[in-house]
């Protein structure tokens, strides 16, 4: 919801400040998914702002949940007729997360990654990235979902830093006490390893989490798989990631998409050990494998034998390591899956 419009409305139409603070507080602390919900306000006043505003920014479509009720995915349609998605998820029961997108699209082509086969699209402005935060709290309302919902995953549709601005913008939002009041240890920003925005998170947000995906440590691979790497290899991610840790101390999440026949052997096991040993801080890394999803193109994930054996080869080179549980597949709400059906 765009908060200076509601202002302006209150201002234009000569009504008293403690109606904005009405409307923000049914709005944010109650998840009213309507004007006509607020019930501390005059019935025409209520009608009235649902003719000339909408809390959310865009129109949900259609919202799918797993058998076990444990996921859920949600397809939203903007203003302007492009399609997100976005999924609410319980890995811990009690505790919820969102994954949020940040793009429409993806203009980094990785080639495991459903957004990117897509192509590029357009950056969600911080409202279509918040909106998403509003739209899941009015449906758990709404469906009575019990349990805290704390948490937040940028790990949806497109690549964050690449739109930095408005992700700056929105996690201001997402951080206010007086909107979201998320906390910032609560909050992670999973990016494909665009150096730039690395640094500016470090400075900008020292106290969220961080993830990189990073799917090979050998270059010539890594660039087979996230074009990206022919721009920002590992050597350039590297340093993002040393001074990443000497501003915040904070430990980094290794994205590593366990992908059967291709980054699975012991050689690629070996390379991931000699890199992130190659970190003066190899403690604050910690390697999260991750089963492949299908996403449209010819890889298979790799087998559950292997993927522990590659954990336990990491652990006994004394590297943090888990493999990372996966929910959402049957919905196609699972990492790297969320395309949205994007119109470009």
């Known amino acids: 919801m765009q908060i200076n419009k509601l202002s302006e409305f209150i201002e234009k139409n000569n009504l008293p400040q403690y109606r904005l603070k009405q409307a923000i507080k049914a709005v944010y602390g109650e998840a009213v998914a309507d004007f006509s919900e607020i019930t501390t306000m005059p019935q025409e006043l209520r009608e009235q702002l649902g003719r000339e505003l909408r809390i959310l920014s865009f129109t949900p479509l259609e919202v799918l949940a797993a058998k076990d009720r444990r996921s859920f995915k949600a397809l939203l349609e903007l203003a302007d007729g492009r399609r997100i998605e976005t999924v609410l998820i319980s890995a811990v029961a009690g505790h919820w997360s969102a994954c949020v997108s940040s793009q429409t699209g993806c203009a980094l082509a990785c080639r495991f990654c459903a957004t990117g086969t897509a192509g590029p699209g357009r950056n969600l402005r911080a409202e279509e990235i918040c909106d998403q935060i509003l739209f899941w709290r009015q449906y758990r309302r709404q469906h009575k979902i019990v349990g805290s919902f704390s948490n937040i995953v940028f790990m949806g549709m497109g690549e964050p830093f690449l739109n930095y601005g408005e992700l700056k913008k929105s996690i201001i939002s997402l951080l206010d006490p007086k909107l979201f009041d998320f906390s910032a240890r609560h909050i992670s920003v999973s990016t494909a390893g665009i150096p730039a925005g690395i640094k500016s998170l470090a400075h900008?947000?020292?106290?969220?989490?961080?993830?990189?995906?990073?799917?090979?440590?050998?270059?010539?691979?890594?660039?087979?798989?996230?074009?990206?790497?022919?721009?920002?290899?590992?050597?350039?991610?590297?340093?993002?990631?040393?001074?990443y840790f000497t501003v915040t101390k904070r430990k980094v999440f290794l994205e590593y998409i366990m992908l059967n026949g291709v980054n699975d052997s012991p050689e690629d096991a070996d390379k991931l050990t000699e890199f992130i040993r190659s970190f003066g801080r190899q403690d604050l890394l910690h390697v999260n494998l991750i089963r492949y999803n299908w996403s449209g193109v010819n890889f298979k994930p790799a087998s559950p034998a292997k993927t522990r054996q590659f954990k336990d080869y990491l652990q006994s080179n004394k590297i943090s390591a888990t493999i990372r549980q996966s929910l959402g597949e049957e919905i196609s709400a699972a990492c790297g899956q969320l395309a949205g059906n994007v119109l470009l």
């Open 204 to 243: 900008d947000f020292p106290q969220l989490n961080l993830a990189v995906s990073l799917v090979s440590a050998i270059d010539e691979k890594r660039s087979e798989l996230m074009p990206v790497n022919r721009q920002f290899n590992l050597g350039q991610v590297k340093l993002a990631l040393d001074h």
